[in-house]
């Protein structure tokens, strides 16, 4: 498994909830769903390139 790195954020309730919702729903932890959030946002908006994600694993 990689290394990973913590990171403490403070939310809404509301955007908390819709978190451990969809979370939830997906069968992952909220970090796992959150991780997978960021990776698709950063991703989108071009800071993060596919090929990066995939060697880090």
């Not at 809404?12 to 819709?18: M, R, V």
């Not at 970090?31 to 990776?39: A, D, N």
Request: proline residues 4%; hydrophobic residues 40%.
């Amino acid at each position: 498994m990689a290394k990973t790195n913590p990171l403490g954020f403070r939310i809404e309730p509301e955007l908390k909830d819709a978190l451990v919702r969809a979370a939830r729903d997906d069968r992952r932890s909220v970090s796992s769903m959150v991780e997978i959030i960021i990776e698709q946002w950063l991703t989108e908006k071009g800071y993060l390139a596919a090929e990066e994600r995939r060697n880090a694993a």
